[in-house]
């Protein structure tokens, strides 16, 4: 009698381990499958959905320890598949999925060192491909029969360091204890691996480019910071040869604020121009979207504001990738990936006709929204705390614990449980720096108390029309909550109505 190649348990705990290895590890259900393979062993507190203390590149605990305790399993079957014991795909697929989340925890710090290199602009040459090849090569490679997996050494590399760089980039960035900063990370995680590794490992990994992003929230919600960490963290071939990264990702990231410039400028910084093109033209120059490197990132920040002639040009390199320079007439090709952000209500201003519907269309194939931080406090208000220290860590280093008391206690006793946050993390930044010089902090002029004393002036004049009171009264609930989800519940309004209202640009 044939013995069976896995029993009951041994299956359940490899697909237990597959559905890890394969779940966005920021949602909040992902502690969930780490419990199922860890049961008792399971650390709450290293759930990876949470936001990481003072030292984000630590190792995690529970990866760690379910690396560990697969190992042994991995071995046990390993050794029966190289005796000849016949399997079939679930099988081969199962013990695949178990190798690779085994090998990236035995690597991952190594693939640390190298984003660390980059980052001081060092190339560095990964002589640890060789021992992972060898690893390969022990797992994939058995004397009677050829694991089938589809995949090449090098690419499975280039893939565990683009993961690396995604789990850096995203716990860099985006800080924030509240189920709503949790979502954001995993909403970075899809925008960059989409919700299925599987099919991107297959196919899609050298076709993120095609996917424009845009990332819409309030100002101050740390939109740029999210587009550098979806740029930053892209998938970079391995050259075996060489034992390099065909690039050092830190220089493919480049960033333009659309507000700050006026659209003349815009327009030359991305398409370039040629000699005489404009006055002052006196140099042929190539624009971003031709320097821009195939695996690298544009990001337009304020879109909201671009200017409808750059829109419409800007449409064609969304809708054919192709541009001219200024002055020029030979097509070019724009070949890496564009990122847009922008805290205008882009849908009220395409109703205004001030932004093209098309665009916008184009633009929104993958959506990040970032939450506003009173959001963020309403619904976990011992988030504000979490959030302190952690700017405080990142202003002082040693004693932000200390720092970060004094912040709290100021703001709970001159500021408020409630206070609005309108400037949101930044303000919440600067109010941090301002307690640690002055020991106090004094909150811009609020444009509430203003709009509060108009309205009620108007009230008291009745002259206000049903839509005016409606809309004043959505601005100043807008400008006290700073988000629209908060206003739309508190009039028991929908949102998208309450959207309309509101103009936070020149709120009443
Ligand atoms: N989620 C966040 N995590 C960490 N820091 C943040 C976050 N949001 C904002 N910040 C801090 O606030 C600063 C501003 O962030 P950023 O420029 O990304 O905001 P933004 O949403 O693009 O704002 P704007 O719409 O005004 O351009 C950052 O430099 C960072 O210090």
């Not at 811009?444 to 009745?462: F, G, I, W």
Request: hydrophobic share 40%; net charge negative; aromatic share 12%.
């Amino acid at each position: 009698m044939t013995m069976a190649l896995l029993d009951t348990y041994e299956r359940a705990q490899l697909q237990a381990i597959s559905d890890v290895a394969y779940g966005n590890p920021f949602l909040p259900e992902y502690p969930e499958r780490q419990r199922v393979v860890l049961g008792d062993d399971f650390l709450e507190s290293q759930a990876l959905w949470n936001m990481r203390g003072d030292d984000i590149d630590a190792p995690l605990v529970d990866p760690a320890t379910i690396a560990a305790r697969i190992e042994p399993l991995v071995g046990t079957l390993r050794e029966r598949l190289a005796q000849g014991a016949p399997a079939n795909d679930s099988v081969f697929s199962l013990y695949e999925d178990a190798v690779l989340y085994l090998l990236f925890y035995r690597y991952e710090s190594a693939f640390y060192g190298v984003i660390a290199r980059a980052m001081e602009a060092k190339q560095t040459t990964c002589r640890f491909y060789t021992d992972f090849l060898r690893d390969w090569t022990y797992y994939f490679h058995l004397p009677s029969q050829k694991v089938p997996t589809r995949h090449e050494a090098a690419h499975i590399f280039a893939c565990f360091y683009q993961v690396r760089r995604a789990f850096h980039h995203i716990f860099r960035y985006v800080i924030g204890g509240s189920m709503a900063a949790a979502q954001l990370r995993a909403a970075i995680w899809q925008s960059i691996f989409t919700h299925d590794m599987r099919r991107y490992r297959r196919i899609l990994y050298e076709r993120m480019g095609d996917f424009n992003t845009l990332i819409t929230g309030p100002s101050g919600t740390g939109k740029e910071l999210v587009a550098s960490a979806i740029g930053l963290s892209r998938y970079i071939p391995f050259d075996p040869e060489t034992m390099t990264f065909t690039v050092n990702y830190n220089t493919i990231f480049h960033a333009l604020n659309l507000s700050a410039m006026p659209s003349t400028l815009i327009e030359s910084e991305l398409f370039g121009h040629r000699r005489g093109a404009f006055t002052g033209a006196t140099q042929h120059r190539q624009g971003w979207l031709e320097t821009c490197h195939a695996l690298g990132t544009i990001f337009l920040d304020e879109i909201g504001d671009l200017d409808a002639g750059v829109q419409v040009k800007l449409l064609r390199v969304l809708q054919t990738r192709m541009f001219q320079p200024l002055g020029d007439t030979v097509d070019r090709r724009f070949h890496g990936k564009l990122i847009a952000a922008t805290n205008r209500d882009l849908a009220q201003a395409m109703e205004q006709g001030q932004f093209r519907e098309d665009f916008y269309y184009r633009m929104c194939s993958d959506l990040v929204v970032t939450p506003s931080l009173y959001e963020q406090l309403q619904e976990a208000p011992e988030a504000l705390y979490s959030l302190i220290t952690f700017i405080a860590h990142r202003i002082i280093g040693p004693e932000a614990d200390i720092l970060a008391a004094e912040v709290t206690d100021w703001i709970h006793k001159h500021l408020g449980d409630d206070y609005p946050w309108p400037g949101n993390i930044r303000e919440l930044e600067q109010c941090v720096r301002n307690v640690l010089i002055r020991q106090a902090y004094d909150p811009p002029k609020r444009q509430a108390q203003t709009s509060h004393d108009r309205l009620t002036q108007a009230l008291r004049q009745c002259t206000l029309t049903a839509d005016e009171l409606l809309r004043h009264y959505c601005n100043l609930v807008f400008a006290q909550t700073g988000s629209y989800a908060e206003t739309a519940r508190r009039l028991d309004l929908d949102r998208r109505t309450v959207k309309s209202k509101i103009d936070p640009e020149t709120m009443f």
